[in-house]
């Protein structure tokens, strides 16, 4: 099981004939995810690697494939029309990669894609993975996981492979890995996914590492805090040692006032009743703590 | 991108925003002649990327074009130290020298991005001169804010709403409310981050006038604005952030010792976090990106280099599409140019690992291989402890 993703998961990309969307979709099928079509307009009627039919709209891949996820790759400057595409051809999953879209264009993206009622994971993420199903819709390396049982939410992408690396290293496996994301405004909130792994039986704890900027993290926290939220979960807030005003990378990831912090995170979290993971290094070990200090291992 | 106050009143002015009479001088001569031919008096304005001026001493009113040239003497070629900048400050290359205003009011106006909303608001206040942090923090309730639906854009009921509350009136309020439509214009159509008018005005004569202008545009939308990219002033960036801003390689400079070369934002402001836990204080933030090359990489480590107060440097790569071996060929190809000796303590993994290792290993450098993070931290604790 998992979240999100399963073996029914049939894959499409948009960008596939694009240098990354290309390296990407070999990666995910060789995996053993069920990429069925990409998308290039212009590029319709083509074999990608000699197997995946490329059309020029995604309504044209859907029709022809019963695609249900779209993977997107397309450059900054046509990312959010590639996204209310798949919103309009009637995709219930998306997962953006795409990095350095203007964040006027995801402003009105996100009202068309709440309003679908469609789910978005990012942009500007690694995308999400369920190693139990075999089915990796992203960029993450599909080999440092490892079926199990603990789910892993990130705003970022080669933490969360720390983080993974971490888990698996140790023998903890996981149900799923989801980076949202790491831009001001994303599809899919921690709230969203965390609200996901606590309904999703085959979830038995949560890794849940944030990061400064913005308060995602604290609306978690008020979640995780409620009586609604009913499993064990470990957290990390990273750029502790980030000063005030600079974009650390992440175009979200900017230290605007007190409640931006990851001090002030980390006790909203803390006060929430999650285990806090004192330090990156520290993020397998305290899982493996965690779980069994809830007999859960 | 950050532009200069004048930079933005130009662009306020092609919308059709009142601003005061005014000059941009980079000489003394140029500032006294401009404040002779406003009749003698005038304010002059150090032209940088950095509030507070007016405290930095940055800003003055001046009775004489001779009084003029002496303090515009005094600041060309200075740099200027602000609440908002580092110890060093931003170098003043030119001035702007402007008709006093007669002032009856100032209040405070600003288009941002708000997150929680997921689009723009309209921030106000009737106490312009303040910052509003400093208005957020001693009087909250005196913040008027307009939440903007985006699909609509900033509403005629919303600018007579704000005008209303800001205390204006009859045509004043009407040219002000015509103020705020106007600056929303500006806010979307260039896509910017931040547009900001402290002080906005009302004359003696009831006239609305934006007595300063702060536009920031947004980075990753500045390709469809070729128009803006010659508005760029690179003197008033940080010199590493803006090379290293060139290649694609987001890096922020920091006050420690210890250069960091990681991929990934997240992991590189982890990275940041186990350094600083060990008492080896990071010298600086930078990722790399994950389609990085040989030579990006080499940029990358040169930067870090170039960095004085780096004596020691973190690698954590943790190599899916960056493979090993490009990161140490980058690195060696970097300190071979720089005949650099810094010790390094490098954490790898992923695609080719054992060939990257190998590569470190026969460059002659004094290199410390970990596997995982905490044996990184312990390296880098031990020779931290090691220089005292």
């Known amino acids: 099981m998992g979240i999100l993703l ?87 999953l998306i997962a953006c990669i795409t990095e350095g879209i203007p964040v006027q264009d995801m402003v009105g993206v996100y009202r068309y894609v709440k309003a679908s009622g469609v789910r978005l994971i990012g942009p500007n993420c690694p995308g999400m993975i369920n190693p139990g199903a075999r089915c990796k819709v992203g960029i993450m390396p599909g080999n440092i996981h490892m079926p199990g049982r603990v789910g892993v939410v990130s705003r970022s992408g080669t933490l969360t492979y720390e983080a993974v690396g971490q888990l698996t290293d140790l023998g903890i496996g996981q149900s799923s890995c989801v980076g949202i994301g ?4 994303i599809g899919s909130s921690f709230v969203d996914i965390l609200n996901l792994y606590n309904d999703d039986p085959n979830t038995d704890m949560v890794v849940f ?57 980390t006790r909203a979290l803390e006060a929430a009743g999650a285990v806090i993971i004192p330090t990156p290094a520290d993020i397998g070990v305290t899982a493996q703590q965690t779980l069994r200090g809830a007999g859960l291992l | 991108m950050k532009l200069h106050e004048h930079q933005a009143k130009t662009i306020f002015a092609e919308y059709g925003i009142p601003i005061p009479n005014g000059k941009v001088a980079s000489t003394p001569a140029e500032a006294a002649e401009a404040i002779s031919s406003f009749g003698g008096r005038g304010v002059v304005k150090a032209q940088v990327h950095a509030g507070g001026r007016g405290l930095a001493g940055g800003v003055k009113v001046v009775g004489s074009a001779e009084e003029g040239r002496e303090f515009t003497d005094g600041l060309l070629g200075s740099r200027l130290v602000t609440h908002q900048t580092d110890a060093s400050g931003v170098p003043v290359d030119t001035v702007l020298v402007e008709e006093l205003a007669d002032i009856a009011s100032e209040m405070y106006v600003a288009l941002t ?70 600056l929303y214009r500006i806010f979307t159509e260039n896509d910017c981050s931040l547009v900001e008018v402290n002080p906005l005005i009302v004359t003696g004569e009831g006239e609305v006038v934006a007595l300063d202008a702060k536009m920031d545009v947004e980075d990753d939308a500045l390709f469809r604005h070729s128009n803006l990219h010659a508005l760029r002033d690179r003197s008033q960036e940080d010199q590493l952030e803006a090379r290293a801003a060139d290649d694609d390689i987001a890096y922020v400079s920091l006050d420690g010792s210890v250069g ?11 990275t940041l976090d186990v350094a600083n836990a060990a008492g080896a204080a990071p010298a600086n933030f930078l990722d790399v990106g994950g389609g990085a090359t040989e030579e990006k990489v080499a940029t990358a480590v040169g930067i870090i280099l170039s ?82």
Not at chain 1, 51 to 70: I, L
Not at chain 1, 215 to 232: D, L, N, R, V
């Open chain 1, 182 to 185: 790491g831009d001001p405004i």
């Open chain 2, 260 to 270: 960091c070369l990681v991929n990934g934002a997240g992991l590189a402001m982890a």
């Open chain 1, 6 to 92: 399963d073996e029914q998961s049939r894959i499409l990309v948009q960008g596939i004939t694009g240098r990354e969307g290309s390296f990407h979709a070999r990666a995910c099928k060789a995996y053993g995810t069920q990429v069925v079509a990409g998308v290039t307009p212009g590029r319709g009627g083509q074999l990608f690697d000699d197997a995946v039919p490329v059309f020029d709209s995604v309504g044209d891949a859907v029709d022809a494939t019963r695609a249900n996820v779209a993977l997107i790759f397309v450059p900054p400057p046509f990312a959010a029309d590639a996204i209310a595409e798949s919103v309009d051809a009637g995709v219930p």
């Open chain 2, 113 to 182: 991005m708000d997150r929680n909303h997921r689009g723009p608001v309209l921030i106000a206040s009737a106490a312009g001169g303040m910052s509003i942090e400093e208005v957020a923090a001693t009087n909250p309730d005196a913040i008027i804010t307009e939440a903007v639906e985006p699909t609509l854009g900033l509403m005629p009921f919303q600018c007579r709403r704000v005008a209303a509350r800001l205390g204006m009136s009859g045509a004043t309020a009407r040219q002000g409310a015509d103020i705020l439509s106007r």
């Open chain 2, 307 to 388: 960095d004085p107060k780096v004596s020691q440097v973190l690698v954590n790569i943790f190599g899916g599409i960056l493979r090993c071996d490009v990161a140490a060929r980058g690195i060696v190809m970097a300190y071979e140019e720089h005949r650099a000796t810094q010790p390094m303590v490098v954490r790898m993994l992923g695609t080719n690992l054992e060939e990257g290792k190998e590569i470190l290993a026969h460059s002659g450098l004094d290199v410390t291989f970990t596997d995982t993070l905490t044996e990184a931290a312990a390296a880098l604790s031990a020779r931290a402890g090691a220089q005292g």
């Open chain 1, 209 to 265: 590492i944030g990061e400064i900027g913005g308060t995602m993290e604290q609306e978690a926290a008020e979640y995780i805090g409620s009586s609604e939220f009913t499993k064990p979960i470990c957290s990390l807030i990273v750029g502790a040692t980030a000063p005030s005003g600079k974009r650390m990378g992440h175009a979200g990831a900017i230290i605007t006032g007190e409640s931006a912090t990851a001090e002030s995170k």
